[in-house]
């Protein structure tokens, strides 16, 4: 396959004659968060996390998207973390966009490059670093999307694993004449799993021919390309860099008319029973 390429924000500021129009909007049941928003005055910092700051992207909203969280992850060489996380409950998914890091789980260390895919279980124990070294070396930057884990009984834990995109397949859509595929990193039927992270992947010429209508939330972060993405009742141009929030049975459909391939990582929530009883 072509080597896949992945946008990452940088933060910056700018100066005092640009103009505020932009696409950043925020509805009851979508939200547009463009590259241009990530700036240095919207990071965050972690507790425990030498090195690094981050952009907050998603995060659970009573009465929008409840789910989820997404953070872009920014790791200095040399920093990174022996504690990440806090909630024991929490299961998650990194996808490296820039640079490298070294994840180690139970003891294992793995090397993840751009297009690098973990699954993290709740309760796995795990570390992430930046090795680089202070010479020539790089800024790793990473999606980090955490789910409170729903259990089913019956059904065992999933297990952490590491792979990359450039291992996994695309599944192709029917009838779309490769217009249209989804790169899986988990089976659809793999109960086990609460939430699914893909890419969705689009050549030109290549749409969503109907408006999705469904339960399960979305965070769709534009890794490559452009389009023209129809949220609720609004058509949206969006681009590399550019985040989109959907709350539950939000409409949506996509047009990707090129010059080159559009490309997304999605979440969604699956596979499990709709909570009857507020918490």
Same mark, same amino acid.
């Given at each position: ?51 690094? /700051?981050?952009?907050?992207?998603? /995060? ?31 299961? =998650? ?38 090795? =680089? ?93 452009? =389009? ?18 959907? /709350? =539950? ?22 596979? /499990? ?7």
């Amino acid at each position: 396959m072509t080597k896949p390429t992945y946008f990452a924000p940088t933060g910056g500021h700018p100066d005092q004659t640009q103009l505020l129009t932009d696409r950043a909007m925020f509805t009851e049941s979508y939200a547009v968060i463009p590259k241009g928003t990530m700036r240095d005055i919207v990071t965050s910092f972690l507790p425990n996390w030498d090195g690094t /700051r981050l952009w907050v992207i998603a /995060r659970p909203l009573s009465g929008f998207a409840e789910t989820f969280s997404q953070y872009i992850m920014e790791v200095q060489p040399g920093g990174g973390s022996d504690l990440p996380e806090s909630d024991p409950e929490a299961e =998650a998914v990194l996808f490296v966009v820039e640079g490298a890091v070294n994840l180690t789980i139970d003891s294992v260390t793995h090397v993840m490059e751009p297009g690098g895919y973990a699954y993290l279980p709740p309760g796995a124990k795990w570390t992430l670093h930046n090795r =680089a070294g202070p010479d020539g070396s790089s800024v790793a930057r990473f999606h980090w999307i955490r789910k409170s884990y729903v259990a089913a009984p019956g059904v065992p834990m999933p297990e952490a694993f590491v792979t990359n995109e450039t291992d996994v397949e695309p599944n192709v859509m029917p009838g779309t004449e490769g217009r249209w595929s989804t790169t899986r990193f988990v089976e659809p039927d793999d109960m086990r799993h609460d939430m699914h992270v893909s890419i969705v992947n689009f050549q030109p010429g290549g749409v969503i021919p109907f408006m999705e209508t469904h339960v399960m939330e979305h965070g769709l972060y534009v890794l490559e390309g452009k =389009a023209v993405y129809r949220l609720n009742q609004d058509w949206v141009e969006v681009e590399a860099g550019d985040y989109m929030w959907l /709350r =539950a049975f939000c409409p949506q459909a996509c047009y990707a008319g090129g010059p080159g391939p559009f490309r997304y990582l999605l979440y969604k929530d699956v596979n /499990r029973h709709m909570p009857l009883r507020l918490k």
